[in-house]
Structure formats: C-alpha cells, structure tokens
C-alpha cells in the first residue's frame, strides 16, 4: 500500500519517520515550498540561525519535543517566569511602579485560571469580568481606573500575540480548558541552533544516527498538490507541475488556512459536510514577528528582564489612530532573544497585518526606533537591521496557526472534528488529516503538530491492517 503524505512539516515529517520506522517504506512527501519544515522556518543569522517561525518549546513535561530532545540538546531558556518587570509608558512617562506591579500580578493570576471548563464565554469576557471585579476591592481600589485599562491593553495585545487572534473575545474559552497543558518552562530555547534542529532528532539522526530514518530520501519539494481524487480504486494527487501520484492513503497536513482558501478545489469530490462545516467555524490566525538588529544593546544588561513592555497611552492610542503608525499600537513587548545579545524580537498581529506586510524594512525600523525612543529613552540608537516573517501572503501557509473562537465552539468545529478521516464510499478510511489544528491537545503548537504526525501514521498502519 503506497501513502502519499501532504507536506513536509513538522506532522508530515514525523508521521513519514513513524512510517519508515514501523518498516512501511512506500510512502513519498510531497512538499509545496523548495524546502523542508514548513512554519518551522530556521534562517541563518550571523554565526547562529534564527527562527521566523516557531521559536520557543513550550514545556518541558508533556511536550514531546521536549522530552524527546531536552536529555541530549544543551535548550536554553528565556526564563520569562523568573525575569523582572519593566513596563514603559507609552510617551515614556514614569508611571506608579508600583501600581503597575499589582495590576501585572492580578492580571496574571487571571490568565492561569482562565481556563475554566465551566465557563463557555470567551478568554476576553472572562478577564474583563474578574479584573474590573477586583478592581473595585482592596487592594486595588485606589489605583487609577486610566492606568488599569492601560495594563489591561498590555494583557489584552499579549494574549493576542500568544493566539494569533485579533481581539481576546475571538478566543473560546470552552475549547482551551479542554486543551492539554505542559509543565516546566514555558520558554526554552534552541539557543542559536533554531527550531529546525529538531528534524535531527525526528529522523533519529540525533542521537541514534545508527537507528537515523532516511525521512529526506522520500521527500520531493516544489511539489504543490492542487488536487486529490479520493473517491476512486486508487487516489491520483495532481501536482502544480502536472505530475501525477497514486496512492492507497493520504495523509494530509496543509495549515487550515490552506484548507479555509482552497478545499473546495483540493479535493474531489468535496469533502463531506461535517469536514467542511469544521474547517468553515475554526479560525485560523495570523502573526507576525520582526527581529530588530542594534550594533550594540544598548539596555542594561545586568538587569534580568526579559521584555520592554509598552503600556499604550490614551493619548498616544488617539494620536497615532488613523496615521501610518497605527500600527504600533499592536505592538506589545520588545523581546530579548536567547543566544542574540543585540537583537529585539517583536510580535505584531491585528487586523492591520495586510498593512504591515506591504511596509518595507525602512519603515519597520522607523517606527520601531521612534517608539523605543519615546518609550525608552531618546538615546535608543536606530536599528541597523530589521528581519520579518509574511506568513500571511505566502500561499501554502496563509497565516501563522489555528484559533478556536466561541462561534467554533457553538458549532462543533473542534481539532478533534478537523483530525477525523474522511471514508471513501466503500466505507474504509482514505484520507487522514494531521498538523497542529488537528491536535486537540496542543493546537497550534509544534509539539502538537508533531503529536498528530504520529497519530496519523498510526492510523494508516491501523488501516493496512
Ligand atoms: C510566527 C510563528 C511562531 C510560532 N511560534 C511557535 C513557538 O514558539 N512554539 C511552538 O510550539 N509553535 C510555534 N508556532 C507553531 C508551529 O510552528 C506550528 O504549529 C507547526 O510548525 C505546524 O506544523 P504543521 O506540520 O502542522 O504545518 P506546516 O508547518 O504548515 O506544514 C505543512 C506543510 O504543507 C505544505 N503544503 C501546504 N499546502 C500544500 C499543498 N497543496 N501541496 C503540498 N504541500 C503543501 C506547506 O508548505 C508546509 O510545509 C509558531 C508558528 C508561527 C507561524
């Protein structure tokens, strides 16, 4: 039985070593992009590699990337949970420090218990409720109403840039309390190794290279699949290039919002209206990250914090709306990187993304260098480099990851529902779908997508059967 796996991401590659080490050998990859990794995109940078797409391992227990690699790779860590604060303002007034300090620690006490299963309102209903709530108790009653609801913009941008959504209230909270949680750092790193390191160990090259997979032997890339005929003795996948291959299964692992733009014409015939019902009400996010270079830090360095957090000013939210800064407003932190004594990273999400893609470096480092002037202090040196990702505008990833928002939750529209194969007519499964949507666990992580590599490789050895 020959299976055909789409894409070579992280679930495609580890569902093609699963694969090859239960001794199934006649599977082939086909890959859109002209190379391997998908949204794990490691790019070299100086003497080291940075990564436009994922970055951090988050957890250490119950994160099987972690608990495959972390005995044998040196991880670093960003060690967030252990750093200190620094929030700036803004227009770089010194606001109550203090004050500041309590709100940071209500609203993170918030976020650990957001996930309440009881609770089927969105992540942004929730917070507002419990933060306004105790605001009006000891001890926060004499803080400034104007300063909590700076803070509150801070946390509200946050969870937007960990989600990739556009507002908190997109963000079901029903879904997430029924995700899977992982313990330990939430922020290791690969140092200056990146995130592509990890096909090391998928393929066992590290640290078994006796038992190594030849995972790469079975990859084509510039391969874009435009159609699967599924319904048929055999399924025939039609490539960009007018290729043809047949096979007895499919793994599909395109992102949703690959599904979201072209399912209609990936698939023939269309896929069943459950799928298609599931793919429609899941959300599918977008983010951006930019890396800025400075010749040298210029913050302190013996200071252990972690990020310059920006507390948006009324005043400077009202100035800049409407102008070509707007988009700053969505910026939540300056990021240190790991390993990269002189780069910044920043998130940048909202629905000002399609804007931000047409902004050229100049522009970025601009308004980037007049913010962390203002903010910071007016000595900030300009950036002499700025790296970005477009995932948005590249057709095989159409945005960043998945995202379940309340309506996903009313309607069924769950990874566990877009995981689920599609049957051909004589009732035997024929395509199987992985990637980080379908992970009900860990969606949009890269453990997650790994996660489903090998629940879909599992399938198929269930199918063959
Ligand atoms: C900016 C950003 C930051 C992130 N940060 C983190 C992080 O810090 N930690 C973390 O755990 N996760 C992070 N993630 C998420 C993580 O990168 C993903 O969950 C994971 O890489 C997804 O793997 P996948 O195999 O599901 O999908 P993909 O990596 O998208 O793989 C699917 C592959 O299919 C190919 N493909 C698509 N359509 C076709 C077609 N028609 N024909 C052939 N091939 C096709 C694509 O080119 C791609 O290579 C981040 C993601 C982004 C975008």
Same mark, same amino acid.
């Given at each position: 039985?020959?299976?055909?796996?789409?894409?070579?991401?992280?679930?495609?590659?580890?569902?093609?070593?699963?694969? =090859?080490?239960?001794?199934?050998?006649?599977?082939?990859?086909?890959?859109?992009?002209?190379?391997?990794?998908?949204? +794990?995109?490691?790019?070299?940078?100086?003497?080291?590699?940075?990564?436009?797409?994922?970055?951090?391992?988050? %957890?250490?227990?119950?994160?099987?990337?972690?608990?495959?690699?972390?005995?044998? !790779?040196? /991880?670093?860590?960003?060690?967030?949970?252990?750093?200190?604060?620094?929030?700036?303002?803004?227009?770089?007034?010194?606001?109550?420090?203090?004050?500041?300090?309590?709100?940071?620690?209500?609203?993170?006490?918030?976020?650990? +218990?957001?996930?309440?299963?009881?609770?089927?309102?969105? /992540?942004?209903?929730? #917070?507002?409720?419990?933060?306004?709530?105790? =605001?009006?108790?000891?001890?926060?009653?004499?803080?400034?109403?104007?300063?909590?609801?700076? +803070?509150?913009?801070?946390?509200?941008?946050?969870?937007?840039? !960990?989600?990739?959504?556009?507002?908190?209230?997109?963000?079901?909270?029903?879904?997430?309390?029924?995700?899977?949680?992982?313990?330990?750092?939430?922020?290791?790193?690969?140092?200056?190794?990146? !995130?592509?390191?990890? !096909?090391?160990?998928?393929?066992?090259?590290? @640290?078994?290279?006796?038992?190594?997979?030849?995972?790469?032997?079975?990859?084509?890339?510039?391969?874009?699949?435009?159609?699967?005929?599924?319904?048929?003795?055999?399924?025939?996948?039609?490539?960009?290039?007018?290729?043809?291959?047949?096979?007895?299964?499919?793994?599909?692992?395109?992102?949703?919002?690959?599904?979201?733009?072209?399912?209609?014409?990936?698939?023939?015939?269309?896929?069943?209206?459950?799928?298609?019902?599931?793919?429609?009400?899941?959300?599918? %996010?977008?983010?951006?990250?930019?890396?800025?270079?400075?010749?040298?830090?210029?913050?302190?360095?013996?200071?252990? /914090?972690?990020? #310059?957090?920006? =507390?948006?000013?009324?005043?400077?939210?009202?100035?800049?709306?409407?102008?070509?800064?707007?988009?700053?407003?969505?910026?939540?932190?300056?990021?240190?990187?790991?390993?990269?004594?002189?780069?910044?990273?920043?998130? /940048?999400?909202?629905?000002?993304?399609?804007?931000?893609?047409? #902004?050229?470096?100049?522009?970025?480092?601009?308004?980037?260098?007049?913010?962390?002037?203002?903010?910071?202090?007016?000595?900030?040196?300009?950036?002499?480099?700025?790296?970005?990702?477009?995932?948005?505008?590249?057709?095989?990833?159409?945005?960043?990851?998945?995202?379940?928002?309340?309506?996903?939750?009313?309607? %069924?529209?769950? @990874?566990?529902? =877009?995981?689920? @194969?599609?049957?051909?007519?004589? %009732?035997?499964?024929?395509?199987?779908?992985?990637?980080?949507?379908?992970?009900?666990?860990?969606?949009?992580?890269?453990?997650?997508?790994?996660?489903?590599?090998?629940?879909?490789?599992?399938? +198929?050895?269930?199918?063959?059967?």
């Amino acid at each position: 039985y020959r299976t055909v796996i789409v894409g070579a991401g992280l679930s495609g590659y580890s569902a093609a070593a699963r694969l =090859l080490e239960r001794g199934v050998n006649d599977i082939l990859v086909l890959e859109a992009e002209n190379r391997i990794g998908g949204r +794990v995109h490691t790019v070299p940078f100086h003497n080291g590699r940075i990564d436009m797409g994922a970055q951090w391992v988050h %957890g250490q227990q119950n994160n099987i990337i972690y608990e495959m690699v972390g005995a044998h !790779f040196p /991880f670093g860590d960003s060690a967030w949970e252990n750093a200190a604060d620094m929030f700036l303002l803004s227009d770089g007034t010194a606001r109550n420090q203090t004050q500041i300090a309590q709100l940071a620690h209500l609203a993170e006490g918030i976020m650990a +218990v957001v996930y309440d299963p009881s609770y089927t309102g969105s /992540f942004g209903s929730f #917070f507002e409720y419990h933060y306004w709530n105790a =605001l009006n108790n000891e001890p926060y009653r004499a803080i400034p109403r104007s300063l909590a609801t700076k +803070v509150q913009h801070f946390y509200h941008t946050y969870t937007n840039n !960990f989600f990739g959504s556009k507002s908190w209230f997109d963000i079901s909270i029903e879904i997430y309390a029924n995700a899977g949680y992982t313990l330990g750092s939430q922020w290791v790193t690969w140092r200056d190794s990146g !995130f592509s390191t990890v !096909f090391e160990f998928l393929s066992k090259r590290r @640290p078994f290279p006796q038992q190594a997979l030849d995972v790469e032997s079975k990859i084509l890339v510039n391969k874009e699949v435009t159609n699967i005929n599924w319904d048929g003795a055999v399924i025939t996948l039609r490539c960009a290039d007018n290729s043809q291959y047949l096979a007895d299964y499919v793994i599909f692992t395109g992102s949703l919002g690959v599904l979201k733009h072209r399912h209609n014409t990936l698939f023939t015939p269309t896929l069943p209206a459950r799928k298609t019902s599931a793919i429609q009400y899941s959300d599918y %996010g977008s983010l951006e990250k930019i890396f800025l270079e400075f010749s040298a830090p210029f913050w302190d360095q013996s200071y252990n /914090f972690a990020e #310059f957090s920006i =507390l948006w000013t009324e005043r400077d939210i009202a100035e800049l709306t409407g102008t070509s800064r707007e988009w700053l407003i969505h910026i939540g932190y300056f990021r240190r990187i790991d390993a990269f004594p002189t780069l910044l990273g920043v998130f /940048f999400i909202g629905a000002r993304i399609p804007d931000f893609n047409a #902004f050229d470096q100049n522009k970025i480092i601009n308004d980037c260098h007049w913010l962390l002037s203002r903010a910071y202090t007016p000595n900030v040196p300009r950036p002499i480099n700025a790296i970005r990702s477009n995932w948005i505008t590249l057709r095989n990833f159409m945005g960043a990851y998945s995202l379940f928002t309340p309506t996903s939750a009313y309607y %069924g529209a769950t @990874p566990s529902r =877009l995981a689920e @194969p599609v049957n051909g007519s004589n %009732g035997r499964p024929r395509i199987f779908f992985a990637g980080e949507h379908t992970s009900q666990l860990f969606s949009g992580y890269a453990n997650g997508a790994v996660e489903t590599g090998y629940r879909a490789a599992a399938e +198929v050895l269930s199918a063959v059967v």
